[in-house]
């Protein structure tokens, strides 16, 4: 089997499995379905060699987020059959929404590589190298020396570095609030 | 001139001082919670701890400013023009406001949590790093700290149904407009490679915006529009407003609106000033549909909440309006138009805080009738609130909307300027009742106040807004002429043409 | 390389998010669907990052922290709204109104 024959498998999964999960009516039977969401588009990861996206995306999103929900739902006993959804004209609204955006979003799938050739290759400006990183290389060039993780490490600690410490405040104002919300007594 | 290498940790560290400071002080105020978290009284220990705290961030602040920093080489990451300097201080205003503000209210409505102040800080730095970004993962980062942040605040009344529903709310409708910005933020990132904002402008220059580069910036504008609540991406803004505590509502108001625009300013004068003629129309829908909807709805609302509410969308519908020329004064009307409406909008809410019985969901215009009586000076600190978000002459809203008729006129688009005269004529129709009801009608032997005092911190915080109104509005040349200063910082080519503004 | 067939399943998980937000009234179930949203636009950082070099998957790392924040603060705030309501029906939570 080709890897275009497992890529298109892979996204019919990802797609049907996320067309369940929001017209499922148990809660717990959506979330079932996102996970399952979760995992083809862990496997398109692979196939687009971004291999340790593909691992954390099982570990992080499939396996905590996902469990968290889970927990959540579980929690407060709400795995039954709700038929939340609304009604007749919202339906006609979001199906017009929807028509409308992906009108849009659909021309997405005529970019190819050799369009987008201009951008690769030339390096912008005259920076240091840190600050020219993205353009040069290509995903799957840089992870034979320094192997997968590694090649991502070397962006994420020099060019993304401001962003990355800010994560660490978003994570620390995240469990302040969360604690400050759940706790039942401060 | 202070040439600071953003390339290095030492040169980034200096850059974000006061972002850091203010960082710091939010741990310094979660330490003292540690040890103190039982009474009112170490929640104004907690609230003095978190405004001193801002006292080292404005230092690096005017330092960083009067130095003339200045990236040495391309700027990377972090801005370190006037106009970022100008934006962390206007954040840096509301935010104090709105601690000074937080003491009398919290006392009065009996929630002690300390942990309120620290969350505060941690939504003015994600502020101050999505108004001074460089780079838009810094940008989606920073909106994300201070979302997460006020989602919380606005839900911080956890005995109040009200505040959860409106934190439920408020959350919701901000994840997907985070979504939407997101893959706004990924489309610019494909069509040009760059996630720095210069370097999207470098590469984009002079040429024709890309598919993927339109989508992107399309979605980006769909997200930044729900985040400063314009039409048609409104309709959270006055529940939100209505159910969160009053001080948390002004902050929303005020940094959060205030931090949008700006970073929206920065996206769409820096990365695609170039495509000009693609933003333009979309921004000018949005300005008109704002400034429409927000005056008409906000005619018929009882709740000078939610009054409020609406009058915000619709501010959010001029600031649009000042930004859509694209050229220098665009940038400097919005700078000069944001003071105006923070000011104002502070004393504003922190008149309604104190005004509240049980609860300020109930302050109609029942409730400011005969207060110029019983409590001359809040009449007419609401007053000048009134007029100065009317842009009454005389006020620093005036001002304001002198410079965005300034600007959008000498960008030749009359209809936009005639827009703005006409709705601002007819939001008249909800501010002037305000005033008559404090000053003409009787409330008989009723204490409008209902025996509530207003705390010291409190009337310092409006008397000073309302002095700075009342002066900036009668003496605004210097002002003006330091906005286009900044905004020359930011736009360095065009809008030479300084039409009648600061002469 | 398969870019123009990625970007187009990211375009339609997208949507499908957004009509799964307009769609339900469940609280919990809602913000599923944002969730889904920020998995489509992951989708399309990394098959960009094939062309545009290591620095999309790098974003997709600060994604998966923003969810996980927003997630923690998310599920928290429908715990201290069911504390009220007893429900996650946003039918039953609708007492702000003008």
Same mark, same amino acid.
């Given at each position: 089997?080709?890897?275009?024959?497992?890529?298109?498998?892979?996204?019919?999964?990802?797609?049907?499995?996320?067309?369940?999960?929001?017209?499922?009516?148990?809660?717990?039977?959506?979330?079932?379905?996102?996970?399952?969401?979760?995992?083809?588009?862990?496997?398109?990861?692979?196939?687009?060699?971004?291999?340790?996206?593909?691992?954390?995306?099982?570990?992080?999103?499939?396996?905590?987020?996902?469990?968290?929900?889970?927990?959540?739902?579980?929690?407060?006993?709400?795995?039954?059959?709700?038929?939340?959804?609304?009604?007749?004209?919202?339906?006609?609204?979001?199906?017009?929404?929807?028509?409308?955006?992906?009108?849009?979003?659909?021309?997405?799938?005529?970019?190819?590589?050799?369009?987008?050739?201009?951008?690769?290759?030339?390096?912008?400006?005259?920076?240091?190298?840190?600050?020219?990183?993205?353009?040069?290389?290509?995903?799957?060039?840089?992870?034979?020396?320094?192997?997968?993780?590694?090649?991502?490490?070397?962006?994420?600690?020099?060019?993304?570095?401001?962003?990355?410490?800010?994560?660490?405040?978003?994570?620390?104002?995240?469990?302040? $609030?969360?604690?400050?919300?759940?706790?039942?007594?401060? | 001139?202070?040439?600071?290498?953003?390339?290095?940790?030492?040169?980034?560290?200096?850059?974000?001082?006061?972002?850091?400071?203010?960082?710091?002080?939010?741990?310094?105020?979660?330490?003292?919670?540690?040890?103190?978290?039982?009474?009112?009284?170490?929640?104004?220990?907690?609230?003095?701890?978190?405004?001193?705290?801002?006292?080292?961030?404005?230092?690096?602040?005017?330092?960083?400013?009067? $130095?003339?920093?200045?990236?040495?080489?391309?700027?990377?990451?972090?801005?370190?023009?006037?106009?970022?300097?100008?934006?962390?201080?206007?954040?840096?205003?509301?935010?104090?406001?709105?601690?000074?503000?937080?003491?009398?209210?919290?006392?009065?409505?009996?929630?002690?949590?300390?942990?309120?102040?620290?969350?505060?800080?941690?939504?003015?730095?994600?502020?101050?790093?999505?108004?001074?970004?460089?780079?838009?993962?810094?940008?989606?980062?920073?909106?994300?700290?201070?979302?997460?942040?006020?989602?919380?605040?606005?839900?911080?009344?956890?005995?109040?149904?009200?505040?959860?529903?409106?934190?439920?709310?408020?959350?919701?409708?901000?994840?997907?407009?985070?979504?939407?910005?997101?893959?706004?933020?990924?489309?610019?990132?494909?069509?040009? $490679?760059?996630?720095?904002?210069?370097?999207?402008?470098?590469?984009?220059?002079?040429?024709?915006?890309?598919?993927?580069?339109?989508? $992107?910036?399309?979605?980006?504008?769909?997200?930044?529009?729900?985040?400063?609540?314009?039409?048609?991406?409104?309709?959270?803004?006055?529940?939100?407003?209505?159910?969160?505590?009053?001080?948390?509502?002004?902050?929303?108001?005020?940094?959060?609106?205030?931090?949008?625009?700006?970073?929206?300013?920065?996206?769409?004068?820096?990365?695609?000033?170039?495509?000009?003629?693609?933003?333009?129309?979309?921004?000018?829908?949005?300005?008109?549909?704002?400034?429409?909807?927000?005056?008409?709805?906000?005619?018929?609302?009882?709740?000078?909440?939610?009054?409020?509410?609406?009058?915000?969308?619709?501010?959010?519908?001029?600031?649009?309006?000042?930004?859509?020329?694209?050229?220098?004064?665009?940038?400097?009307?919005?700078?000069?138009?944001?003071?105006?409406?923070?000011?104002?909008?502070?004393?504003?809410?922190?008149?309604?805080?104190?005004?509240?019985?049980?609860?300020?969901?109930?302050?109609?215009?029942?409730?400011?009738?005969?207060?110029?009586?019983?409590?001359?000076?809040?009449?007419?600190?609401?007053?000048?609130?009134?007029?100065?978000?009317?842009?009454?002459?005389?006020?620093?809203?005036?001002?304001?909307?002198?410079?965005?008729?300034?600007?959008?006129?000498?960008?030749?688009?009359?209809?936009?300027?005639?827009?703005?005269?006409?709705?601002?004529?007819?939001?008249?129709?909800?501010?002037?009742?305000?005033?008559?009801?404090?000053?003409?009608?009787?409330?008989?032997?009723?204490?409008?106040?209902?025996?509530?005092?207003?705390?010291?911190?409190?009337?310092?915080?409006?008397?000073?807004?309302?002095?700075?109104?009342?002066?900036?509005?009668?003496?605004?040349?210097?002002?003006?002429?330091?906005?286009?200063?900044?905004?020359?910082?930011?736009?360095?080519?065009?809008?030479?043409?300084?039409?009648?503004?600061?002469? | 390389?398969?870019?123009?067939?990625?970007?187009?399943?990211?375009?339609?998980?997208?949507?499908?998010?957004?009509?799964?937000?307009?769609?339900?009234?469940?609280?919990?179930?809602?913000?599923?669907?944002?969730?889904?949203?920020?998995?489509?636009?992951?989708?399309?950082?990394?098959?960009?990052?094939?062309?545009?070099?290591?620095?999309?998957?790098?974003?997709?790392?600060?994604?998966?922290?923003?969810?996980?924040?927003?997630?923690?603060?998310?599920?928290?705030?429908?715990?201290?709204?069911?504390?009220?309501?007893?429900?996650?029906?946003?039918?039953?939570?609708?007492?702000?109104?003008?």
């Amino acid at each position: 089997m080709s890897g275009q024959t497992v890529f298109y498998i892979l996204a019919g999964a990802a797609i049907l499995s996320a067309l369940l999960c929001i017209i499922q009516k148990n809660p717990i039977a959506s979330v079932l379905w996102l996970i399952s969401t979760m995992f083809a588009l862990a496997g398109i990861y692979v196939l687009l060699q971004a291999q340790f996206i593909a691992a954390i995306q099982v570990l992080v999103y499939a396996g905590a987020i996902m469990v968290l929900f889970l927990f959540v739902i579980m929690l407060l006993n709400l795995g039954r059959d709700t038929g939340d959804l609304r009604g007749m004209p919202v339906r006609l609204a979001a199906v017009l929404v929807a028509g409308g955006l992906l009108g849009e979003l659909v021309l997405l799938a005529r970019v190819t590589p050799g369009s987008m050739a201009l951008l690769r290759g030339t390096a912008v400006g005259a920076g240091t190298p840190m600050a020219s990183f993205p353009a040069g290389q290509a995903g799957a060039a840089a992870p034979g020396a320094q192997g997968v993780v590694g090649a991502i490490a070397e962006p994420l600690f020099r060019t993304y570095l401001v962003p990355f410490e800010i994560t660490s405040i978003l994570l620390l104002a995240a469990v302040v $609030g969360a604690v400050v919300l759940a706790k039942r007594k401060l | 001139m202070m040439p600071i290498d953003l390339q290095t940790p030492s040169g980034v560290t200096l850059a974000l001082l006061p972002e850091i400071l203010v960082c710091a002080g939010a741990m310094l105020v979660l330490m003292v919670n540690a040890w103190k978290h039982h009474t009112g009284a170490d929640s104004r220990l907690a609230g003095k701890v978190a405004l001193a705290s801002l006292i080292p961030a404005a230092a690096a602040l005017a330092w960083l400013w009067a $130095g003339g920093a200045e990236p040495e080489g391309r700027p990377f990451m972090v801005a370190l023009d006037g106009f970022r300097f100008a934006s962390l201080a206007l954040i840096l205003i509301a935010t104090a406001a709105t601690i000074l503000l937080s003491f009398g209210y919290l006392e009065r409505e009996g929630l002690i949590a300390p942990e309120y102040y620290s969350l505060l800080l941690f939504a003015a730095s994600g502020m101050m790093f999505m108004a001074g970004a460089e780079d838009l993962m810094v940008l989606f980062l920073g909106l994300e700290v201070m979302s997460v942040s006020v989602y919380v605040l606005a839900g911080f009344n956890r005995g109040s149904i009200f505040s959860a529903e409106a934190a439920l709310k408020y959350f919701l409708v901000g994840a997907f407009a985070s979504a939407f910005l997101l893959y706004g933020i990924a489309l610019l990132w494909g069509a040009t $490679g760059q996630t720095g904002l210069s370097g999207i402008g470098e590469r984009l220059a002079g040429g024709e915006l890309p598919l993927m580069g339109k989508l $992107g910036l399309g979605l980006l504008l769909i997200g930044m529009g729900f985040k400063v609540a314009a039409v048609p991406f409104h309709m959270w803004a006055p529940d939100v407003y209505d159910g969160s505590p009053t001080p948390i509502a002004g902050f929303m108001a005020t940094g959060v609106k205030a931090a949008g625009f700006l970073a929206l300013v920065r996206i769409l004068y820096v990365a695609v000033p170039d495509a000009a003629s693609t933003w333009q129309p979309v921004v000018a829908a949005l300005a008109v549909a704002s400034m429409v909807v927000g005056n008409l709805v906000a005619l018929s609302q009882r709740s000078l909440k939610r009054m409020l509410a609406y009058s915000s969308i619709a501010h959010a519908g001029y600031l649009l309006t000042a930004l859509w020329p694209g050229t220098r004064l665009g940038a400097g009307a919005v700078v000069i138009y944001l003071a105006a409406y923070v000011l104002t909008t502070v004393a504003a809410f922190g008149i309604l805080g104190v005004l509240g019985k049980g609860g300020e969901r109930d302050v109609t215009l029942d409730s400011v009738a005969g207060l110029s009586k019983r409590h001359p000076w809040l009449a007419f600190a609401l007053t000048v609130c009134m007029l100065s978000l009317l842009g009454f002459p005389g006020t620093f809203g005036f001002v304001g909307k002198w410079a965005i008729l300034s600007g959008v006129v000498g960008a030749r688009h009359i209809l936009l300027a005639v827009i703005l005269v006409v709705t601002s004529l007819i939001s008249a129709g909800y501010y002037l009742p305000v005033i008559m009801a404090a000053y003409m009608r009787d409330a008989g032997a009723e204490d409008p106040l209902g025996g509530r005092r207003f705390d010291r911190a409190g009337v310092v915080t409006v008397a000073v807004a309302i002095t700075v109104i009342l002066v900036l509005g009668v003496l605004p040349g210097s002002v003006l002429n330091s906005a286009i200063e900044i905004a020359g910082t930011l736009v360095r080519t065009g809008g030479s043409s300084l039409v009648g503004i600061g002469r | 390389m398969l870019l123009g067939p990625s970007l187009l399943v990211s375009a339609i998980l997208f949507t499908i998010g957004v009509v799964g937000v307009m769609l339900r009234r469940n609280a919990i179930v809602l913000f599923m669907c944002i969730e889904l949203m920020l998995n489509a636009v992951n989708l399309t950082f990394v098959a960009l990052s094939q062309v545009l070099g290591l620095g999309g998957q790098v974003m997709v790392f600060f994604v998966m922290t923003v969810a996980a924040a927003e997630a923690a603060v998310g599920l928290a705030i429908i715990l201290a709204i069911f504390r009220h309501t007893r429900s996650v029906d946003l039918k039953n939570i609708n007492l702000l109104q003008g």
